[in-house]
Nanobody, 115 residues
Framework: QVQLVESGGGLVQAGGSLRLSCAAS????????LAWYRQAPGKQRELVAG???????NYADSVKGRFTISRDNAKNTVYLQMNNLRPEDTGVYFC?????????WGQGTQVTVSS
C-alpha cells in the first residue's frame, strides 16, 4: 500500500514563502503524473499544480507565477515551492498522483497565511 507523507507547512505572513515536500513509500513517482492539491476550510479539494512524468507542469490560475512544482524521482519526492503567499492560499495541502484513481490520501500539511 502506497503511503504519502506531506511536510513543510506552517504559519507565514502574506508575501512569505514555504516549500512543501511529499515523500512516498515505494518507487511510484517515476511512473506517475503527480500533483499538489489543497483544501481550504469549507471548500472542496482543488488541484493546485501538476507535473507529468516528463516534467511538464501546469498550475491553477490562482497560483501561476507564484508556485513551482518539481519532482525528484530518485528520492520519490515531489515539491511545491510557494512564493508571495496570500491569505487565500490557506488550507491543507496534499499530494497524490494525477489520475482518476488516486492513492490513499495522506494527512496533508497545513499552510496558514496571515494578512
Amino acid at each position: 500500500q502506497v503511503q504519502l507523507v506531506e511536510s513543510g507547512g506552517g504559519l507565514v505572513q502574506a508575501g512569505g514563502s514555504l516549500r512543501l515536500s511529499c515523500a512516498a513509500s515505494g518507487n511510484i513517482f517515476s511512473i506517475n503524473s503527480l500533483a499538489w492539491y489543497r483544501q481550504a476550510p469549507g471548500k472542496q479539494r482543488e488541484l493546485v499544480a501538476g507535473i507529468s512524468t516528463s516534467g511538464d507542469t501546469n498550475y491553477a490560475d490562482s497560483v501561476k507565477g507564484r508556485f513551482t512544482i518539481s519532482r525528484d524521482n530518485a528520492k520519490n519526492t515531489v515539491y511545491l515551492q510557494m512564493n508571495n503567499l496570500r491569505p487565500e492560499d490557506t488550507g491543507v495541502y496534499f499530494c497524490n498522483r494525477r489520475a482518476v484513481v488516486k492513492y490513499t490520501w495522506g494527512q496533508g500539511t497545513q499552510v496558514t497565511v496571515s494578512s
